[in-house]
């Protein structure tokens, strides 16, 4: 049932005054494949994923001025969200919903970058776009994300400790971008027409009818092989990240951690250890004395950016009307609704086995379930790595956000994340330095007071009207910023690298 010309008329759409601007003036998420002379000759762009990006942007501020101007601990338990860490204090109730709720930031942008190489690949093989060319764009794509990652923190590298490598997301998402395009246009150009022809099963002599039926019929297959592939590969090095912590996420340490002052380097902390590499990869590196900070390993976010693509794959393929993906991403976010349940009700893939140790788990009776001690304790998930139990819970979140996205959203409101949602890389840059250099002001002033150990540097502006009248005043300059900027990257060509930032 497709959408009836009322209810078409009805719905806010990039038609909308409010929204013809801003709709038609980047290509982010290219969501549209209709062919050139159909009857849509000006066909309508996709909403959903770029209000989905411009919400999870809004959100993403809220942390990252939390942490650089001292609001309140980064993580939902005081101490850490790490993989095998011991908690023995949760965050306040404000603090744990507030970073609960920005849990769905990296989780999200990685999805959506999956879902976009899908269409991505699928607009440039309908141009016809060489495969050569294809990888001279992701290769260039990757390095843009690598160089404002590095402008984005310069900052880090002129005070102590002295960061040259801080991965705080782009290093991983660089890397994981290149790879994954990488296997997109082998799949679209090799593997797949390859498996099509093996699949395809047409009689001795067929005629031509026959041969047509067995040649859709083997790419079908293949397409089904291929999805299958990618599933099985996003669950793997999803569940690389519990194979590969300490302790495969269990806790045997009595004492909790803390994360006042930047921990001592490892041994392994040296550009010659084949650990430090290893762990670049697969965990958390904290290397002050070769001033490398990497919090998000490129294999432990590769089964979101893994499960994007084959989302993409599956809505490049079916072209629903809109009212059939908002069901089929409802039903997803219930999928992974469930498999949280699980991992809570099971306890497996939380990467917290034995680890929490509050005042909601001392009067536990030995053996006792430690996730249903508390709605803190359920919702604790574990982050650096993530956890199976972390990517159920925000894919779950973040597809439910889509469904509703699916559906007639007020203009005003579509006007408000659009351009967040258009502009990522620049509005993750830009919003980043300003909080940074509003720290080198706010900081010493009588703004901020000490804080607690928790905060790395002893002082802060807390939890109160500081920090929401800072948060406001920086989504404000940041809308009229991107904005702007929008406009301005909508004059370059489609293939500028303008346009993906």
């Known amino acids: 049932m497709r959408d009836t010309p009322a209810a078409a008329a009805a719905a806010p759409s990039e ?4 929204l013809q601007r801003l709709a038609g003036q980047t290509d982010v998420q290219e969501t549209d494949l209709a062919p050139q002379g159909s009857a849509r000759a000006a066909p309508a762009r996709q909403l959903a994923p770029d209000l989905l990006r411009g919400f999870l942007m809004v959100a993403m501020a809220s942390d990252h001025i939390a942490v650089i101007l001292g609001a309140y601990p980064h993580g939902t338990a005081v101490a850490s969200e790490a993989a095998s860490t011991v908690v023995t204090q949760w965050s306040d109730t404000e603090p744990f919903l507030l970073r609960t709720l920005t849990h769905l930031c990296a989780p999200g942008f990685a999805m959506l970058m999956g879902m976009g190489l899908a ?100 790419e079908r297959h293949a397409s089904m092989f291929v999805d299958a592939v990618l599933l099985l590969l996003s669950a793997v090095s999803l569940w690389a990240n519990v194979w590969t912590s300490d302790n495969q996420g269990a806790c045997t340490a009595a004492e909790a951690h803390t994360t006042a002052g930047w921990p001592a380097s490892a041994e392994w902390c040296r550009l010659d250890a084949p650990r430090f590499w290893y762990k670049l990869a697969f965990g958390v590196v904290q290397c002050v004395n070769i001033h490398v900070m990497s919090a998000f390993p490129p294999i432990g976010w590769l089964s979101f950016v893994l499960f994007g693509l084959l989302y993409g794959r599956v809505l490049v393929r079916a072209r629903w009307a809109r009212h059939t993906v908002g069901v089929f991403n409802a039903s997803l976010a219930v999928i992974f609704g469930g498999l949280f349940a699980a991992t809570r009700l099971l306890q497996f893939g939380n990467l917290s086995t034995d680890c929490l140790r509050t005042p909601d788990q001392l009067g536990l009776p030995a053996g006792a379930n430690q996730y249903l001690a508390s709605w803190r304790s359920f919702l604790y998930v574990t982050k650096y790595p993530p956890s199976p139990a972390y990517a159920f819970l925000t894919l779950s979140a973040c597809f439910l956000l889509l469904a509703l996205f699916s559906l007639p959203v007020p203009a005003l409101f579509s006007a408000a994340l659009l ?45 109160g009207a500081v920090y929401y009248c800072t948060y406001a005043g920086l989504m404000v300059l940041m809308w009229f910023a991107c904005s702007a900027y929008g406009r301005w990257k909508s004059s370059k060509g489609a293939d500028s690298i303008w346009r993906f930032l």
């Open 15 to 18: 038609r909308s005054p409010l």
């Open 119 to 218: 269409y991505w690949s699928a607009s440039r093989n309908a141009r016809g776009t060489p495969p050569r060319e294809q990888v001279s764009h992701l290769l260039k794509r990757g390095l843009a994300l690598l160089l404002v990652n590095q402008v984005t923190f310069l900052l880090l590298s002129v005070r102590p400790p002295y960061f040259i490598v801080f991965n705080a997301v782009l290093w991983a998402l660089a890397i994981d971008y290149v790879c994954v395009g990488g296997m997109t246009i082998a799949i679209e150009h090799w593997l797949q027409p390859t498996l099509g022809l093996r699949f395809a099963r047409p009689p001795p002599e067929p005629l031509p009818s026959e041969a047509s039926k067995a040649k859709a019929d083997g």
């Open 419 to 463: 351009p967040f949602g258009q502009t990522p890389l620049f509005y993750y840059a830009a919003h980043q330095i300003v909080i940074q250099l509003l720290a080198f002001v706010i900081i010493p002033s009588p703004l901020a007071h000490q804080l607690p150990p928790w905060a790395r540097e002893g002082r802060g502006i807390g939890l």
